[in-house]
C-alpha cells in the first residue's frame, strides 16, 4: 500500500516540475522575442528593381502610398464588423 502512495505521489510532483520548467520556457522564449528581435530587409525581386536608385524617390513613395492603402482596407473591415456587432449587441441587451 506504500508502494502505491508513493509512486502516485513521485508522478505528481514530476508533473509539477515539467510544467514549472515549461512556464520558465516559455517566459524566457517571450522575453528573447521581445529583447533580441531582427529586422527583416526583405522585398520581392521586382520592387527591388524597381526602386533600387535614389533617383526613383516619387515611384518609391507610390509604392509605399499602395502598400498603406493596401493595408487601410482590412483595418476598416475590422473596424465596420467590430462596431456592427457591438450595436447589435447594445440593442439586444435594451
Request: aromatic content about 10%; proline content about 1%.
Amino acid at each position: 500500500m506504500r508502494k502505491m502512495e508513493n509512486k502516485i505521489q513521485n508522478t505528481e510532483n514530476r508533473t509539477i516540475t515539467k510544467s514549472g520548467k515549461s512556464f520558465l520556457a516559455k517566459y524566457c522564449y517571450i522575453l528573447f522575442a521581445i529583447f533580441f528581435s531582427v529586422t527583416a530587409n526583405a522585398q520581392c525581386a521586382m520592387c527591388r528593381a524597381a526602386l533600387g536608385g535614389d533617383a526613383n524617390t516619387t515611384q518609391a513613395q507610390a509604392v509605399n502610398d499602395g502598400i498603406v492603402y493596401l493595408m487601410a482596407i482590412p483595418y476598416l473591415l475590422v473596424a465596420i464588423i467590430g462596431y456592427s456587432v457591438y450595436r447589435m449587441r447594445k440593442n439586444k441587451s435594451k
